[in-house]
């Protein structure tokens, strides 16, 4: 299976239809969806006709897909997925940011070095110009990832939630990364701590 991203800890691959069931038990852990659906169960039907089609999604603009699922490079594991995503289809000139990973991943550091992989590849190979993330403003496991990052805060705001789910009263936060603003940071970092 061809790979789109390898770090020292992960590997970022396509999804396939092979990873129904590790996306069911991915979506079906309560604490993994608290900010998502509330936690609410999530049945196969679902990952087969709504889920798996978004990630298997070729975007155009990029060449290739805007999410990936992600593996410990050490054992094959699946842990979770990535999303890099062109917000339109036809222009990489801004992706939304996001993950999602088994409880058993949690605080490990994976999403961070899975995010900062990818921010990297597109400023430098894909002609990002911003990267954009939001969560739940109550959700501060998800807001540490984005700015260990590198996402500097841009804005509170709020949006009709389908069904009203526990801290959604709180509205929501949007994070942001521009290409300006990376490459700083980058010449900023003494030789050998830039980023890749």
């Not at 409880?103 to 990267?131: P, Y």
């Amino acid at each position: 299976m061809p790979v789109f991203l390898e770090t020292e800890r992960l590997v970022l691959r396509p999804f396939t239809e092979a990873d129904a069931e590790h996306l069911f038990v991915l979506d079906n852990d309560p604490e993994v969806m608290r900010f998502i659906n509330g936690g609410k169960p999530v049945g196969r039907e679902s990952i087969r006709t709504l889920t798996l089609p978004r990630l298997l999604h070729d975007y155009p603009c990029l060449g290739t897909r805007g999410y990936w699922a992600a593996e410990e490079k050490a054992t094959g594991t699946f842990l979770g997925w990535f999303e890099f995503r062109p917000l339109d289809q036809h222009s990489a000139a801004v992706v939304e940011l996001g993950y999602r990973l088994n409880r058993a991943a949690w605080g490990e550091g994976h999403a961070t070095e899975g995010s900062r992989a990818l921010i990297d590849k597109g400023f430098t190979d894909l002609g990002v110009q911003r990267v954009t993330a939001n969560a739940m403003a109550v959700n501060t496991r998800s807001r540490r990832v984005m700015e260990r990052a590198g996402l500097s805060f841009l804005r509170n705001f709020t949006e009709d939630w389908p069904e009203r789910i526990e801290g959604s009263e709180h509205g929501e936060v949007e994070y942001e990364l521009t290409l300006a603003d990376w490459e700083k940071r980058r010449r900023r970092l003494p030789a050998g701590l830039a980023p890749r």
